[in-house]
């Protein structure tokens, strides 16, 4: 069990009862044991399953869990994705927390594969931003994954991207660009955020190993696609959606990055029914 995986839900578990469920102590007995089943109230793909099982493990770990339907799999509404048997008032205070985790990351999951088939007659893919929730970014990343796409960089420290803030704190373009390849390890490359062709050219010439092109048209995209070189990376962002990231797929760009299907998509619908 992935430890980074076992302390968020952790965290989760306490969060739900500090104190333990009072619900489920006054009214059941503690020796009780149950049969639940994890249903699809839709059509997703299915996601979340580590943290779904940890959820119930870290209160009980007699408990079992059998599963039908795997990790990026499609589930059609009313299938089983999983069997939970066990000590009920254990899988009582596991629900919400197991569910929580299931639900969202399978709406995730769901929406990227969603522009991942739009997008797959192209070479461009989908890649998530750091616009996650707090707390929740490794297992939103992961479902990004799950469901076809790229994660991004994880955290601030982990790649380099020049964005319009630190280009204005530095003065122009070309020197935080120049200034990032002087300084960095030679392992990482050095990404910045551009606006339009006079600023992508000025990156091209310090050194930039990828351009972000930013909150621009696809049609502007094009005409900038047309100066970089080769070996030169180039992700779209800003304002991309299901209707438009086709358009944008099709101007070259290797990637587009998307915020919202992260911090705005609609959860999945799963429950937790037990057996009579």
Known sequence: MDIRITKE??????EDAPWGDITSKLTIDKHQSSIAHLMSKSDSVACGHEYFLSS???????????TYIPEGNWVKSSEIVMTVKGNTRAILQAERVGLNY???????????RKIATLIGSTDCKVVDTRKTLPHLRLAQKHAVEVGGGINHRMDLSSAILIKDNHICAVGNIYDAVSLAKDRSPHTMNVEVEVTDIDQARSAIDAGADILLLDNITPEQIEKIIEIVPDGIRTEASGGITPLNCKAYAETGVDTISMGYITHSVKSADFSLEFED
Not at 102 to 112: D, K, L, N, P, Q
């Open 102 to 112: 299931f639900c969202h990351m399978s709406g995730i999951a769901t929406e990227v």
């Open 56 to 66: 119930f493990k870290l209160l009980d770990e007699t408990i079992s869990i059998e």
């Open 9 to 14: 839900v952790e965290n989760a578990l306490l």
